[in-house]
């Protein structure tokens, strides 16, 4: 394979040379053109036109000759004849190769067969590619390709590069949608002194002007709440996270993130956000409000109302309406019983309290199963710290984790804003490292901050969800890979 590679290279250059002896040079400078999907929009016959692309299919035919050229909006046939260009200009076009970036210009033309085409007058060599582009991508071993090559992807499949521009699309309007609900977009530091608003491992780094080490932030979480105090009542920020843990289909160390802060609100102004921001994505971006998600092509529904139902009720419904009254070996023997039913791979070994099990439980057997935009409410305390407790129920803190398609998109709380209480759920949390308590972010809340709705979506699973993807690698440009 490496020495065919070389064959071909070898081939280009000899095809580059040939070209700089006939006066085309390989590498070219600005060309003023047209967008080919904005000239097939406004196509009239014989309409002059200048076009520029990349070349991903060359038929010669002698007299006659038909490239296909692609600029990234559009596909379109250029037609190459010997009586319409220079004896130089249709001469030099054979030394053209798959991959090759050229200008043309000519006239708009329809073939017999319907075909919209642009009989070249005269072309301009932009940039001679040297390596031989593929054909497809298919199979497991092309598909790492894919990601570790991902501009030769996005060069020869149409579907990346649609998927892309959706995503960009997606985050623009996400900011927009924000905006016009008077939210402010605001940016807080990635570097941090220590990691806070998650329960995950950082990535380490070292200030040289300071000389004391830092973090990459896990979380924009707690600077965001410090805005709130600071009179600011409305926060969006849409930036990246970073946590040096495990990669899988729905884990990339670095992540997109947009955590939104509403003074005044609660955990009910967070899901209505959810209820009005997705229908507006799909309205204005996807086109429609179904979606076919994943190999199974499972159909989720984003029109709201949205299913609302307590970590609880979801236990019970499955495990029994008096599971939370046994003891803790009958629910170990119950829950191993159920994981044989279903074939389900339930990590019991180490678990030792009820609190563990059921989560696990929760986590393994029944999450999975809900496909559509679910709102999960009233879960344990001990799992979210940062949340305010539930009136009714102190062992339970008034959140929701929304669930599409059995995966976690988001949590939304009620925010903790005592600082007396705040700062006992971080000293649990914390056990004997105290040190990782965030004392200013205690002292802002003893400043006095309002009372709050907060939440954070993964935008990178938001996009997954919305496109029917369902690996994260499929919706991140250039996502961590081992070393090749």
């Not at 791979?345 to 199963?369: A, P, Q, R, S, W």
Request: charged share 30%.
């Amino acid at each position: 394979m490496a020495q065919e590679t070389n064959e071909y290279r070898e081939q280009r250059l000899q095809s580059m040379k040939t070209l700089k002896e006939m006066g085309y040079e390989p590498y070219g400078c600005k060309y003023d053109h047209e967008d080919l999907v904005k000239v097939r929009a406004a196509f009239e016959e014989n309409k002059a036109v200048r076009v520029a692309g990349r070349l991903l299919m060359i038929r010669r035919m002698g007299k006659m000759n038909f490239c296909t050229m692609n600029d990234g909006t559009a596909r379109f046939q250029l037609i190459f004849k010997r009586d319409e260009l220079s004896e130089t200009a249709f001469a030099a076009f054979k030394q053209l190769n798959l991959g090759d970036i050229i200008g043309a210009e000519g006239t708009l033309f329809t073939t017999q067969k319907g075909e919209k085409s642009l009989i070249v007058k005269e072309w301009t060599m932009l940039a001679k590619a040297l390596e031989q582009p593929p054909e497809k991508f298919h199979g497991l071993a092309d598909e790492e390709a894919c990601y570790r090559r991902r501009y030769v992807d996005l060069m020869t499949n149409d579907e990346t590069r649609a998927r892309f521009f959706t995503r960009s699309k997606l985050l623009a309007e996400i900011r927009k949608y924000l905006w016009f609900k008077g939210f402010t977009e605001v940016e807080t530091p990635i570097l941090q002194n220590q990691a806070g608003g998650a329960a995950a491992k950082p990535f380490f780094s070292h200030f040289n002007a300071l000389d004391q080490d830092c973090v990459m932030r896990i979380a924009p979480e707690l600077y965001l709440k410090r805005l709130l105090v600071g009179g600011m009542n409305k926060v969006f920020e849409l930036g990246k996270d970073f946590r040096n843990e495990g990669i899988d289909r729905t884990h990339n160390p670095e992540f997109t993130v947009c955590e939104i802060y509403e003074a005044y609100g609660d955990r009910t102004s967070m899901e209505a956000i959810m209820e009005g921001l997705l229908p507006h994505l799909c309205d204005t971006v996807i086109g429609k409000r179904e979606i076919e998600y994943g190999e199974s092509k499972t159909v989720i529904n984003f029109n709201p109302p949205y299913r609302r139902v307590e970590y609880k009720t979801l236990v019970k419904e499955l495990m029994g309406d008096d599971w939370f009254e046994l003891d803790f070996a009958t629910q170990l023997e119950k829950a191993k019983v159920k994981g044989k039913e279903t074939d389900t791979n339930l990590e019991l070994d180490g678990v030792t309290t009820e609190l563990m099990l059921t989560h696990e439980v929760y986590d393994k057997l029944i999450e999975k199963n809900l496909m559509q935009p679910t709102f999960v409410t009233r879960l344990p305390h001990e799992f979210v710290p940062l949340a305010k407790t539930c009136k009714d129920d102190p062992s339970l803190v008034d959140v929701f984790e929304f669930v599409v398609a059995g995966r976690e998109l988001c949590p939304g709380y009620t925010e903790q804003n005592d600082p007396l209480e705040q700062r006992k759920a971080l000293e649990n949390q914390a056990g004997e490292d105290t040190e990782k308590i965030d004392e200013d972010f205690i002292s802002a809340l003893e400043c006095g901050m309002p009372p709050t709705g907060g939440l954070g979506f993964g935008v990178d699973r938001l996009v997954m969800f919305l496109t029917g993807c369902d690996s994260i690698r499929d919706v991140v440009l250039f996502p961590q890979l081992k070393k090749a």
